[in-house]
């Protein structure tokens, strides 16, 4: 379904979502606001388990912030949309993983929107960078997400820096699940989507969230919490028909039908 600049493509479970706005696939506010509307609406839907990010063409995954759009006058503080920046960065409670298929340079926000997923695969003509340094800002989401996901000292190179990093680097570093060429990406991106949405979704909500509420917290407070059930994706996870329906399969060998309830 056409969305102006961002498209999208359903098949089953997943969707797909492409950000398509040449020549670099940067996000004004207007983008911005359109790819949370999708995301909000891919959040909500029950009948989606896993959404795909990818971006027209090969030579930019995405470019970050428009600054043409910032030179000509638009806010950088301005209205980004529910989500924030790329509709995806602060999407309170989307607890459904999400897949980056970064084809090109990810740039600025570009990278960081990538970190905004769950999980990230790479072209291997594919390189990241923070150049949010050479302009005098800082690279907000990335300065917060990138020191927990790489190692300190080269997090901070990278936003000192604001030096390319490249997919194998990438990867060396754990950054992304995987590199490969070009033309095997978006196949491998779609048989992992596809493994995904035929597991439980209930699971999935309750690691999301789990995980995201243990980045604030000690060990023993999140836990404490999983086990007496104050997590709402656990509580649910916990009295739903599907973890009767894991049990029965395990016991009757046979491969589990997930309901999502």
Same mark, same amino acid.
């Given at each position: ?7 999208? $493509? $359903?098949?089953? *479970? ?17 983008? &911005? ?6 995301? =909000? *609406? ?7 388990? /896993? ?37 995806? @960065? ?11 298929? /970064?084809? %090109?340079?990810?740039? %600025? ?16 003509? &594919? ?8 302009? %005098?800002?800082?690279?907000?989401? !990335? ?24 997919? !194998? ?13 070009? %033309? ?12 995904? =949405? ?7 909500? *309750? ?5 995201? /509420? *243990?980045?604030?917290?000690?060990? @023993? ?8 059930? @104050?997590?709402? &994706? /656990?509580?649910?996870?916990?009295? &739903? ?19 999502? $309830?």
């Amino acid at each position: 379904m056409p969305h102006g600049v961002v498209s999208t $493509r $359903r098949e089953g *479970a997943i969707l797909e979502v492409t950000l398509d706005r040449p020549k670099a696939n940067a996000i004004d506010l207007p983008t &911005s606001r359109a790819m949370g509307r999708v995301f =909000a *609406a891919f959040r909500d839907d029950p009948e989606l388990r /896993v959404a795909i990010l990818k971006s027209a063409g090969s030579r930019f995954f995405c470019a970050g912030w428009d600054l043409k759009a910032a030179a000509d006058g638009a806010p950088v503080d301005g209205d980004y949309g529910v989500g924030g920046f790329g509709g995806i @960065q602060e999407l309170r409670d989307l607890n459904k993983p999400v897949i980056a298929c /970064v084809s %090109g340079m990810a740039v %600025g926000g570009g990278f960081e929107l990538a970190l905004s997923c769950d999980l990230i695969y790479a072209a291997d003509h &594919s390189s990241f960078a923070l150049p949010e340094i050479r302009s %005098g800002t800082i690279a907000d989401a !990335a300065t917060i997400r990138l020191p927990k996901r790489i190692p300190y000292h080269v997090a901070m190179e990278l936003l000192f820096t604001g030096r390319w990093m490249e997919a !194998a680097e990438a990867q060396r570093w754990g950054l992304v699940n995987e590199v490969l060429p070009e %033309g095997q990406l978006e196949t491998r991106v779609w048989a992992v989507a596809r493994l995904l =949405a035929a597991g439980p979704p209930l699971v999935y909500a *309750a690691i999301k969230e789990t995980a995201r /509420v *243990a980045e604030g917290e000690d060990f @023993q407070t999140t836990m404490n919490r999983v086990m007496r059930r @104050q997590l709402p &994706s /656990v509580d649910r996870l916990y009295a &739903s028909e599907d973890i009767l329906e894991g049990a029965k399969a395990f016991a009757e060998k046979r491969d589990p039908v997930w309901k999502g $309830r």
